[in-house]
Every structure is written in C-alpha cells, then in structure tokens.
C-alpha cells in the first residue's frame, strides 16, 4: 500500500491538517517524519517518525524508506529530486508536483538563488502561504488520492 511521507519540520500546520483529514478519509498510510516531537490526532492512518537532530536526517530517513509510488510531501528541492529518482512522487505545501521533467529546472534555480545569497544579494523568502496555494494543495493531494483508491479498488 503506497505511503503519503511528510518533511513535517518544515510543513505548515493547515497544510499536515489537510493531509490528517485526507489520510483518514481514504484510508492512506500517513508517516510525519521530523527531528522534534510531534502532535498528531489519533488515527490508526497516521503515524509519526522522530529521527535524531541533524543536517538532513529526517531527509534521508524518507528517502530510505518511500517506495516506488509513495507521495512525499516537502518544499526541500533537493529531497523532492532523491524520492523522483527512486519513482515516489513528491508534492510541495502549494500543490506544486515535482516531476522528472521539471525537477532539474526547481535545483537549478535553487542553486542560482543560493549563490546570490551567499554573495550577498537579498532575495527575501518565499511569500506567505495563500488561500489559493491551500486550494492548489488539497487539489493536487486529492488527485493522487483518487487514483490511489482506484488503483485500491481494481487491485480487490
């Protein structure tokens, strides 16, 4: 059964209460990895993974474990390109879907803007999460959730 796996350090909170609801509602594994304690509802769906502090450990632990299939939700570019390679799918806070054919373009562009960075330039951060980024994100889960209970359903 495919697992959704969430970079929970960084997520927003209206954005993992989409997925408690979504998980619950379909029946999808649900795994929140982070390197702090977490609260989540309880549900037999959802589960959380606490891996120890560091430099991309919560990282590495859902590159490890997702399979082909599995979604991964995380705004980390560079987690986004490990999950693509090994065939899960990987899905940012704003319903953005990473994909073999954009991925290069999302690192390079990260990439552009730490050098800018480090040489001094300010480039602000990312705008704040909108109502439509929201909606974008619930849409795009909800995509994959249905074919997922489709694929469930012709698999019975």
């Known amino acids: 059964m495919n697992t959704i796996w969430v970079d929970a350090d960084a997520c927003p909170s ?19 990895v982070a390197n702090q304690p977490l609260r989540t509802p309880p549900s037999k769906y959802i589960s959380r993974l606490q891996v120890a502090s560091g430099f991309d450990v ?3 632990e859902i590159v490890r474990r997702c399979q082909p299939g599995d979604l991964v939700i995380t705004a980390d570019i560079p987690l986004a390109s490990e999950v693509i390679d090994k065939r899960a799918q990987s899905l940012n806070p704003r319903g953005e879907l990473y994909t073999t054919e954009n991925i290069r373009q999302r690192l390079n562009m990260r990439d552009f803007m ?3 960075r ?24 909800d995509k994959y959730l249905q074919k997922l209970v489709r694929e469930r359903k012709l698999g019975n």
């Open 58 to 60: 919560a990282d590495n």
């Open 14 to 32: 209206v954005i993992k209460d989409v997925l408690f609801r979504a998980a619950d509602r379909t029946e999808t594994p649900l795994v929140l």
């Open 118 to 141: 480090s040489s001094g330039v300010q480039t602000g951060g990312p705008a704040a999460l909108s109502q439509a980024d929201r909606q974008q994100f619930a849409n795009a889960l």
């Open 114 to 116: 730490d050098t800018l």
